[in-house]
């Protein structure tokens, strides 16, 4: 209805020249094109390859209208117009991401280190290396931000595409999870379900806080001051180090719910809110959360936009046997 009052243009017309019954004057493409602030050329080219709704990885496409998962299957259709134009013009690394779907998330997190030569160290910039390993990655504009981040493959190559608003930490996450979705559910597993969710999940966290960096850190029963100083070393949030301390056995069933209780998570997701106050589940004081993302690249008027490869994005037990089955819900798992 907006675009049909802004170009005196019938809504019934505009249906038929989406569906392709009807053609523009080259009046009317001139204020489709003014309106819309794209070249004539854009609405005048061919249609862009579909993507199948199967191939894609949303995070909780049930929270998602049609609508909403509609213009997110469109950026991913644009990303596919620039990453041609990109290659047209540039050498692009070739995608180097293996496909793992028969091992389980920690260890296909630890194979994907090895491949790429990272060893356990803490990681730099996500985007820089995806992008160094052959991963296509693209930023979602404005009308997308219900979209957390989406993944697929398109002709045996990559395309990762996030959520720009969200912290740094976040959005590093984001990144390791979409990961998780190209090792793990390729062309030979739906990246799709519940269980798919909390696979990527783990293999996230598994990437990013190796299990050997992190017992080399001590964090055996740690406090809150200790999670919230230990997250910088990961570069990651401090509840989703706590939920990998759980996972890796180093916070007791006591200890968890306790750093996770109701204001606890509140100091853990947003300490700069009460800086200075002593936390009622520790005796620690609240530190300030880390640096929101750079904004990456933002092309007008289109879904997505490339991000740009010069962009910046102890002794201890075995846990128990029971572990796996005690396993709460990640902090990322959808609802």
């Not at 793992?100 to 985007?127: C, I, K, Q, Y």
């Not at 493959?153 to 969200?166: F, H, I, S």
Request: with cysteine; aromatic share 6%.
């Amino acid at each position: 209805m907006e675009l049909s009052a802004a170009t005196e243009v019938s809504v019934r017309s505009l249906s038929a020249y989406e569906n392709g019954r009807q053609a523009p004057s080259p009046a009317v493409l001139g204020r489709l094109a003014a309106v819309l602030d794209m070249p004539v050329e854009f609405l005048q080219a061919g249609d862009v390859d579909e993507i199948p709704i199967d191939a894609i990885s949303f995070r909780a496409p049930s929270k998602l209208t049609a609508g909403q998962r509609d213009t997110a299957r469109s950026a991913g259709r644009i990303a596919l117009l620039l990453a041609e134009w990109v290659e047209q013009r540039f050498h692009l690394p070739v995608p180097q991401v293996p496909s793992l779907p028969m091992l389980d998330p920690e260890t296909a997190a630890e194979v994907v280190r090895a491949r790429w030569g990272l060893g356990v160290a803490p990681l730099g910039n996500l985007v820089r290396l995806l992008e160094a390993h052959g991963v296509r990655v693209f930023s979602l504009a404005a009308d997308c931000a219900a979209v957390d981040a989406f993944s697929f493959v398109w002709r045996q190559t990559p395309y990762v595409l996030l959520n720009t608003t969200k912290s740094g930490e976040r959005g590093r996450f984001d990144a390791a999870h979409e990961l998780g979705h190209l090792v793990l559910h390729s062309e030979h597993r739906l990246p799709h379900g519940l269980d798919a969710e909390q696979e990527a999940n783990r293999f996230a966290a598994a990437f990013l806080m190796p299990r050997a960096s992190v017992l080399a850190h001590n964090l055996n029963n740690a406090a809150i001051d200790r999670i919230l100083a230990a997250k910088q070393i990961w570069r990651v949030a401090a509840m989703a180090l706590t939920h990998r301390l759980y996972e890796l056995g180093l916070l007791t069933d006591w200890g968890y719910p306790a750093s996770t209780c109701p204001a606890a998570a509140t100091a853990l997701a947003n300490p700069a809110a009460s800086c200075g106050k002593p936390h009622p589940c520790s005796t620690a004081s609240c530190s300030r959360y880390g640096p929101r993302a750079p904004a990456l690249l933002t092309l007008p008027a289109t879904c997505t936009s490339l991000s740009p490869s010069s962009t910046a994005m102890s002794s201890h037990s075995s846990p128990p046997p029971s572990a796996a089955a005690r396993r709460p819900p990640h902090p990322d798992d959808p609802s």
